[in-house]
C-alpha cells in the first residue's frame, strides 16, 4: 500500500456546538424582515448596475434577470401590510417599475432566435420570480400610490408574464409545477377580468392536479422544501386548507422533521447543497405548528431559523419567505422537543430513509441512511421529464445515485460524513459530478474484472516500458448516468443497546443483489457496516466500498483516520474525528484517491476486489465507523476488535469487541438469508440445523445477534431466529407447532416458526 501524506487541520472554534436555542416568535420574524430588507434596498442600486455590466443575463435559457429585486420587492409589499408605512409600498411600486424595464437589456439578436419570445420578451421569464412579483403587486396595488399609467404597464408586464409560461406549462407531481401553477393562479387573482384569466386558472388546477393529495416525486430536500412552501400558499390563495387534514400532508411534516440534523438545519439529499436554501422550510413548519397545534413543528422552524441567524443569512430572498414565517406563526403555540429518536423516515414505501438518532441536540448523534430508489410511482411524472429534459444523471427526479448510501454522520458537534453536493455544472459535472453512485458513501459494483497488477511478468520485455495500473475512479466511473435498480427494506430495529438496519438494492441489469447492514452500538458510539453481495449472474466482477472525507490525518494496516473541517463554503470543524477500519483484508485490497466533491478537494478511501463469481457466489465488506475525541490513539481502538471465527463462512460474520470493565460485545450477522432455505417444498421451509451458524462462543440461525458479557449477565437482542446458544448453554428457543396442508400433499409436519426478535437481559453462569 502507497506511504501517503498526513493532511494537517486548523482546529476551528465549533460551529456546530450547543447552540441556545433562541425564539422564533412573530416579532423575531418582523424584525428579522425589516432588518433583511432595510440592508436590500441600501444596495439595490449598486446590484441593479452590477447586473447590467455583467453578462448573466445571456444564459442558455434566455433572459435572465436578477431575483433579488422582485423578492425584495415582496418583502417591502409585506411591511407595508404589516405597518401600514406607505414608504414601503413606495419602494415596492419604484422596483417593480423599474424591473419591469431590465428586459430592454436583452440583445434583440437573441431575442430573434427564441420561437417563445415571438410576442415579446417577458419581464418575468423565471417562474420562481413570478409569483412573489405578483405578490408584490396585489400587495401595493391599493396604496394609492400607483398611477393608472403605471398600474396598466405593471399589469401587462405580469399578463404576458403568466402568458409566457404555457409556452413551457411543465407538469408533474415537483416544485416545477407547482411553481407554474401558484403563477398562474395569482396572475387570475389579480387581474379576474383579463380575457386569459380563464386560461391561467385552467392551467392552474392542471399544472397543481398532480400534487393534490399526492406524493411528490422527487427525493431532494432543497426542491422538497419548495414543494411544500409554494403548496401552502397555493392552498391559502385558494382559500382551501381542507387538503392539509388528508394524510399525506401530515406525513409530509413529520417525514421533514426527521431530517434535522443536529447541525440545525435539513440534511441534504439529491440536488441539494449542504446547509443551502433550507429556510423554505420554516413557514411550512410554522404552518404545522399552528394548523395542528403542534410544537415539535414549532421547534423544527426555530432550529432551523436559529441556524440561518448563526450562519448570518440575510437577503431579500429569505426576507420574503420569513414573511410567510410572521404569517402563519402562532405564538399561542408552545415549543416540544421531538422525543423520536431513531427511526424509519416516513416508511419503506415514499420515504425509504433511516435515521439512527441519540437526540435532538447539537451533540447529539445523527446518522442517516437513504435507500430510496425512482421507484414505481408517479410513473406519469417521470416518463414525461425523463423524454422532456436532461436528466439522465439523476433519478426522476432530482434523486443522486445513493441508494443504501449513507447521506450524512454526525456526533458531539463534529460532522463525519456528508452528501456529495447537487452539481458543478449543467446538466451536471463531468462523470455525473455529482449525482453519480461512486460520489456517495456506498458500494458500487461494475462487470469486468479491474487490473490490480503495478507490473508485468514479459517474456520480452521492451526497454523503458513502465505499466500504469488503471485507478479505481477510473475504472467505476462513468458519464454519470443514472443506473436504474429497486431497492427495499428487509429489517429495522431499535433495542436498549443496539440498533440495526438492512436494507437491500437489486440490479438486475448487472446481475447481483446488495443488502447493507448497518449497526449502531450505541454504548459506544460505533457504527458497524456490513456490505453483502450475492451475484445473479456469473460473470467477472469489481466492487468497491467508497467512503468520502476531507483529511487523512493518520493511516495504517486497514484503516483510515478522517476529518472534516469544511463542506463547500461552510467551516464545520469539531471535537472528533472518525476512524474508517475494515477488519476482513482476503483478496482486497484498500487505498484512497483525490476528487472534487461538493466544490471542494475530498479524499475517496476505498476498499475492493476483483474476481470472477457463480451465480450464488456471496461477497462482502466491513466497515467499522468509529467517531472519536482528536487525542484518542486509534490503534487501541482498533485492538479492541477481533473477527470471530465462522464454520459456515463467508453466509455469516462475527465481531468481539472489548468494552471497559473487561465487558465483552459479540455481533453475529447472516449474509446469505437464503442459505438456510430447505430444498424440499415443505413449510415451514426452514429449522434450526439448516440456518444455524457457529461464531466463536455463538451459535444461532438469527440474522442478527448482538450479546454483551459481563461478570455474571449477559445483556442480549436477536432478531428472526429459532434458537440462541452461548457456550453451549440455550439462551431462548422457539417451541414446536404441528404445520398443516403441505403442498406435497403429505401429512401433518412438527417444526419450529421463527421468532421475530427477542431482547433481555439474565444471569449467565458459564458452566465450564
Not at 430588507?37 to 435559457?61: A, F, G, Q, R
Not at 437573441?110 to 408584490?136: I, M, Q, T
Not at 455529482?434 to 508485468?456: F, T
Request: glycine share 6%; hydrophobic share 40%.
Amino acid at each position: 500500500m502507497k506511504k501517503i501524506k498526513l493532511f494537517g487541520f486548523i482546529s476551528l472554534c465549533l460551529v456546530a456546538s450547543n447552540l441556545t436555542l433562541l425564539s422564533a416568535s412573530k416579532k423575531d420574524y418582523l424584525d428579522y424582515v425589516k432588518r433583511a430588507v432595510e440592508s436590500s434596498w441600501n444596495k439595490y442600486p449598486e446590484l441593479i448596475e452590477d447586473w447590467k455590466k455583467s453578462s448573466i443575463h445571456y444564459v442558455s435559457w434566455g433572459f435572465n434577470p436578477p431575483g433579488e429585486p422582485v423578492y425584495l420587492a415582496d418583502a417591502l409589499g409585506f411591511l407595508f401590510e404589516v405597518t401600514k408605512d406607505k414608504n414601503y409600498a413606495r419602494r415596492a411600486i419604484k422596483i417593480l417599475d423599474e424591473y419591469s424595464n431590465l428586459k430592454n437589456f436583452y440583445p434583440e439578436e437573441l431575442a430573434k432566435n427564441r420561437v417563445e419570445y415571438s410576442d415579446g420578451v417577458p419581464a418575468l421569464p423565471n417562474f420562481f420570480f413570478l409569483f412573489p412579483y405578483v405578490r408584490a403587486y396585489l400587495r401595493v396595488k391599493d396604496s394609492g400610490l400607483l398611477s393608472g399609467e403605471l398600474k396598466k404597464k405593471i399589469a401587462d408586464e405580469i399578463a404576458n408574464s403568466v402568458d409566457f409560461i404555457s409556452h413551457f406549462p411543465e407538469w408533474g407531481a415537483h416544485n416545477r409545477a407547482v411553481l407554474r401553477a401558484l403563477a398562474y393562479l395569482l396572475g387570475a387573482k389579480a387581474f379576474p377580468d383579463h380575457p386569459s384569466a380563464h386560461i391561467w386558472r385552467k392551467q392552474a388546477e392542471v399544472l397543481i392536479y398532480d400534487n393534490l393529495g399526492k406524493w411528490e416525486a422527487e427525493d431532494a430536500t432543497l426542491y422538497n422544501g419548495v414543494w411544500m412552501y409554494v403548496m401552502l400558499l397555493y392552498m391559502e390563495n385558494l382559500n382551501n386548507d381542507k387538503i392539509l387534514t388528508q394524510p399525506i400532508f401530515r406525513y409530509y411534516f413529520d417525514y421533514y422533521l426527521n431530517l434535522i440534523t443536529p447541525y440545525g438545519t435539513m440534511v441534504d439529499i439529491g440536488d441539494a447543497n449542504f446547509n443551502n436554501a433550507f429556510e423554505w422550510f420554516i413557514p411550512c413548519f410554522e404552518k404545522a405548528a399552528s394548523l395542528y397545534n403542534d410544537g415539535r413543528y414549532k421547534y423544527a422552524a426555530e432550529k432551523i431559523f436559529n441556524r440561518m441567524l448563526k450562519d448570518g443569512k440575510q437577503s431579500a430572498g429569505l426576507a420574503s419567505i420569513i414573511s410567510d414565517a410572521y404569517r402563519w406563526c402562532d405564538d399561542k403555540v408552545k415549543i416540544a422537543i421531538p422525543e423520536i429518536q431513531s427511526c424509519e423516515v416516513l416508511d419503506d414505501i415514499v420515504g425509504k430513509k433511516i435515521v439512527f438518532r441519540t437526540g435532538w441536540d447539537s451533540l447529539s448523534t445523527y446518522l442517516l441512511l437513504n435507500y430510496r430508489d425512482e421507484g414505481d410511482g408517479n410513473y406519469m411524472t417521470r416518463e414525461y421529464l425523463r423524454n422532456t429534459i436532461p436528466v439522465e444523471e439523476e433519478k426522476m427526479h432530482h434523486g443522486s445515485s445513493d441508494e443504501n448510501a449513507i447521506i450524512f454522520l454526525m456526533t458531539n458537534g463534529s460532522i463525519l460524513l456528508h452528501h456529495a453536493g447537487y452539481r458543478d455544472a449543467l446538466p451536471s459535472g463531468m462523470f455525473g459530478a455529482y449525482r453519480a453512485d461512486y460520489y456517495h458513501n456506498r458500494l458500487v459494483v461494475r462487470k469486468n474484472k479491474r487490473e490490480l497488477r503495478d507490473s508485468l511478468v514479459v517474456l520480452s520485455p521492451v526497454p523503458g516500458q513502465r505499466y500504469k495500473k488503471q485507478t479505481l475512479l477510473e475504472f467505476v466511473r462513468n458519464s454519470g448516468n443514472y443506473r436504474p435498480v429497486r431497492t427495499f427494506k428487509v429489517d429495522f430495529l431499535t433495542f436498549k443497546e443496539v440498533e440495526y438496519s438492512r436494507t437491500r438494492l437489486v440490479d438486475d441489469k448487472i446481475g447481483y443483489f446488495w443488502d447493507r447492514i448497518i449497526v449502531y452500538l450505541k454504548k459506544l458510539n460505533w457504527f458497524v457496516v456490513v456490505d453483502a453481495v450475492k451475484f445473479t449472474v456469473a460473470d467477472y466482477y469489481t466492487l468497491a466500498v467508497l467512503w468520502h472525507t476531507q483529511q487523512i490525518l493518520k493511516s495504517g494496516k486497514n484503516f483510515y483516520d478522517t476529518r472534516i473541517d469544511s463542506i463547500g463554503r461552510y467551516k464545520v470543524g469539531g471535537s472528533q474525528n472518525l476512524l474508517i477500519y475494515f477488519p476482513e483484508t482476503y483478496a482486497k485490497e484498500d487505498s484512497f484517491e483525490q476528487e472534487i466533491r461538493h466544490f471542494q478537494n475530498d479524499l475517496c478511501i476505498y476498499q475492493t476486489t476483483s474476481s470472477h463469481y457463480k451465480m450464488g457466489d456471496v461477497e462482502f465488506f466491513i466497515t467499522f465507523l468509529i467517531p472519536h475525541d482528536l487525542n484518542e490513539n486509534v490503534e487501541s481502538l482498533i485492538r479492541r476488535i477481533k473477527q470471530i471465527d465462522v464454520d459456515k463462512f463467508p453466509n455469516g460474520v462475527g465481531f468481539e469487541i472489548e468494552n471497559q470493565n473487561d465487558e465483552k460485545i459479540y455481533l453475529c450477522l447472516k449474509l446469505d438469508l437464503d442459505s438456510e432455505i430447505l430444498r424440499e417444498n415443505i413449510r415451514p421451509r426452514y429449522n434450526f440445523n439448516s440456518g444455524k451458524i457457529k461464531y466463536g462462543d455463538v451459535e444461532t440461525d438469527a440474522y442478527f445477534v448482538y450479546l454483551r458479557e459481563r461478570k455474571d449477565k449477559i445483556s442480549y437482542a436477536v432478531s428472526n431466529f429459532i434458537k440462541l446458544i452461548f457456550r453451549n448453554q440455550t439462551i431462548l428457543e422457539a417451541k414446536p407447532t404441528t404445520f398443516t396442508l403441505q403442498l406435497d400433499g403429505s401429512g401433518d409436519r412438527i417444526g419450529y416458526t421463527k421468532l421475530r426478535f427477542w431482547e433481555d437481559e439474565i444471569k449467565f453462569v458459564d458452566k465450564k
